[in-house]
Every structure is written in C-alpha cells, then in structure tokens.
C-alpha cells in the first residue's frame, strides 16, 4: 500500500476528533437506545457482508474482493463505535504484518487500513458461517503439529505474498486484554523467510475517547463472543490505534528467533509507553 492508498484507508473511518475531558466510567457508556440503534445496524452490515461474499465474491477478481473487505470492515468499526487511528509508516504490499491479538476485532482493524490474509487455527473452518466466510477471505488454515501440513501453509503463504497480498498473523497464539504482550511463537514468521519477504509490526491498542486504556474489545479469559459484542456496543467511542512498524527485512540469513524477538520488542514498546495500557475503572 502506497502512502496514497494508506491516507485513503484511514479516511474511510471517521477519523479521531478531540478527546473530551476524563469522566466517569458511566460517561463512557452508550445510551440504551443508541445501543439498540447499533444492534440493528450490526445485523444489517452483517446480512450485507454474507450476501456479498456470497454473490458479489464469484464475479470478482483478488483486488476487488480486498477493496470490498477493506470497505465492509471499515463500516463494521463505524457500526460498533470504534474509530480507527494509524501511526508510523504505510502497510508495505507483500509484507507479512505480525500483530498482537486483544480481540476478534482486530481482524476488521487490520483490513480497514490494509486488506489482509490471516492464519487461523484449523478449526474455524468447521465453525458455521464463520469458517466458509474466512475461506471464501484468504485465510489460511493451519493444522497444528504436522509438519507436512506447515509445509503447504507455507507454500500458499508464499504465493499470496509474491502476488503482492499482505498476510498477518498473531504469533503470540492467544488474547490478552491489551496491557501486555506474550510470547510470540517464531514458527509462524517462517513463510516469510522461505521466500524473503520482509516482516511488518503492527502494535494493536483500544482506547477511550479520553486516551484511556480500554479493555472493552478484549476477547480474553473466559468472555463470550456475545459478552465481547455487548461491551463493545456498550462503550460511547473507542478508538483502535494501530501503530506501524517499518518492514523488518528477512533475506539477511538472520533466524526466525532473533526476528521474532525484534517483533516482540517493537510492539512491547509501544504497548508499554507511559499510560498506553494502565486500565481505568469501568474501561
């Protein structure tokens, strides 16, 4: 994505206005009717998002399908509330974009600024609607510990970003609710060394209309996708902050280890900045 095209990304979400002065947690909170207003409108973008992919989808070319998934994502982040706001440099085609992972959201965060192939866990293919959505969006399968399996996610990973695609993964396996950051499994980076296409660290933050942290989007713990859906509607405006990485390159014979740590170490960075993840009451 050019600087172009990553202007025109941000500018179809409404972009982040003045922050009010800090309230009560109570403030944050989203009427019962405009809650009410924001269901209906969810189970409308929704219908409009299955009756494309399934008829729409068919009749278009990859770079149609990835302008219509950027658009629909960015009115999905309108619908709930939640205004996006990208720092650093532009997503770079062909990159592989590691992320840290807070909630199911972060999907539509990601392809509202730049449109994305995902890896997810094998299962989600079996899940109704939801897996033949993701398959009919680029996402990549992965069958844990087969390692003819990683051998053919490598292979598909490789041709989507040699075709100039972005992929993005979530190498630390798992939610948290934002404040810190696991792990990060270097495997998941190998794709891209394969067949030397750089990495990109996207540091992932909601936050409040004040500039709080916010755990509302968090699908973490023992929480429901409903119970994540209900604070997520319930908070008046969140913001998603995505703060861009410049590419890390990988043809340099530098190992999948000391590039995940370089990974890990850009987006705890950002994560850790003073007052980026110090939770608030109510938030």
Known sequence: MNAAEHKAAIADVTPPQAA?????????????????????????????????????YPLCSRPTHQALRRHWSAGLLRVLGIELEARGEPVTPGCMLVANHISWVDIFVINALAPSAFVSKAEVRTWPLIGWLAARNDTIFLRRGSRGHARIINAETAALLNAGCNVAIFPEGTTTDGSHLLHFHAALLQPAIACGHPLQPLALQYRTADDRFS?????????????????????????????VAAPIPTCDGVDRRTLAAHAHAQIAAVIAEPGAASPQPGT
């Open 20 to 56: 009010p002065a800090a309230g009560s947690a109570a403030s944050q909170r989203t009427p019962r009717l405009l809650r009410a207003w924001r269901y209906g409108r969810l189970a409308l973008h929704l219908a409009q998002g299955l009756l494309t992919v399934a008829f729409v």
């Open 215 to 243: 755990r509302a989007p968090a699908y973490d713990g023992e929480l429901s996708l409903g119970a994540c859906v209900v604070n997520i509607v319930a908070s008046r405006r969140t913001i998603a902050r995505v703060s």
